[in-house]
């Protein structure tokens, strides 16, 4: 669970990052690149509803962010984000620091999908990150100095076990703008994921995602307990 957690809230800051490096460009530009390096860094096809990036305020505004996983794992939505916004310090931008004043992230879906090999979407991109960060040999030396107030809005979490069926679940967080102040690491948000966990009982889901592939006869794996029955799941705050 914390490595799950921990994985994403790295590639969030990775967005961020990349999104503080653009911002002296204008609206299509700042898309067309933004798409790029998103694909690269995930292996994921990406498509971006509408971006602004402000002029006379230091604000950048997504709207329907979504992204989609690769054949292998039939390409469906990975993720859907109808709203990404953020509001960056201008002076610690210029010091090559990226500090974000509000960041509010509102995530309607996230699909983790497991294959007829074994292996997951989220270890996939994973070890795509990782193999990238190796042959890289430069990186853009910008420090990620924190979030002063992150609101997160949690929809639909779903679990779909290609090789074994009877694993899929699906689940309805049901967050809506909870505000966490002062992020300056993961461990910020640890309260905040232990708490989800526990309440929406995401473990045994968790335990699937990172149980490493299994070897042609190697023993099988007890199933892990149920998830409860999702609720009917409500649209994305608009």
């Not at 983790?112 to 990186?139: C, E, I, Y």
């Not at 993961?186 to 708490?195: A, I, N, Q, T, Y």
């Not at 335990?207 to 892990?224: A, I, M, N, T, Y």
């Given at each position: ?31 067309a690149l933004l798409e790029r ?202």
């Amino acid at each position: 669970m914390k490595k799950l957690f921990k994985w994403l809230f790295k590639l969030l800051l990775l967005l961020a990052v990349l999104v503080g490096l653009l911002l002296l460009f204008r609206n299509p530009i700042v898309k067309a690149l933004l798409e790029r390096e998103i694909r690269k860094e995930t292996g994921l096809e990406v498509f971006i509803g509408h971006l602004r990036v402000g002029v006379t305020s230091p604000v950048l505004e997504i709207e329907n962010l979504r992204l989609f996983n690769p054949p292998e794992f039939d390409r469906g939505t990975f993720a859907d984000l109808p709203e990404l916004s953020l509001e960056y310090d201008r002076e610690a931008l210029l010091r090559r620091q990226l500090r974000l004043r509000t960041l509010r992230l509102n995530v309607f879906e996230i699909h983790f999908v497991r294959n007829q090999d074994g292996t997951t979407n989220l270890r996939m991109m994973r070890d795509r990150s990782a193999q990238r960060r190796r042959a890289s040999s430069s990186r853009a030396d910008v420090e990620f100095t924190g979030i002063d107030v992150l609101s997160l809005t949690l929809g639909r979490f779903k679990y779909t076990d290609r090789k074994e069926p009877s694993r899929s679940d699906e689940l309805w967080l049901g967050v809506r703008n909870t505000r966490i102040k002062d992020v300056r690491s993961f461990e910020d948000l640890e309260p905040f994921l232990v708490k989800l966990t526990l309440e929406k009982n995401l473990k045994p889901v968790f335990d699937q995602l990172f149980r490493p592939p299994q070897k042609p006869g190697s023993p099988p794996v007890s199933p892990p307990g149920r998830l409860p029955a999702p609720v009917e799941a409500e649209g994305p705050a608009k």
